[in-house]
């Protein structure tokens, strides 16, 4: 899940992808939890934006990864 095509190499974009998702999904839940409330359409747009992100950069650099 975290490797590039050859299943052996880290790859730092998976990695920062999903620690970013992480990192959304947490602070969303300790802000719903404090504050009290929780606009989903706000977070779905939020998060679907990270989403997109991270598979843009993951194809942005598929070119550079050895076949």
């Known amino acids: 899940?975290?490797?590039g095509v050859d299943n052996t190499t880290w790859d730092i974009g998976r990695i920062l992808w999903?620690?970013?998702s992480l990192v959304y999904c947490a602070v969303s839940a300790y802000h719903a939890v404090i504050h009290g409330n929780f606009d989903p359409q706000n977070?779905?747009?939020g998060a679907s934006a990270i989403l997109a992100?991270?598979?843009g950069g993951l194809a942005l650099k598929s070119k550079t990864e050895p076949n």
């Open 43 to 45: 977070w779905a747009i």
């Open 18 to 20: 999903a620690k970013m």
């Open 1 to 3: 899940m975290f490797t």
């Open 53 to 55: 992100g991270g598979g």
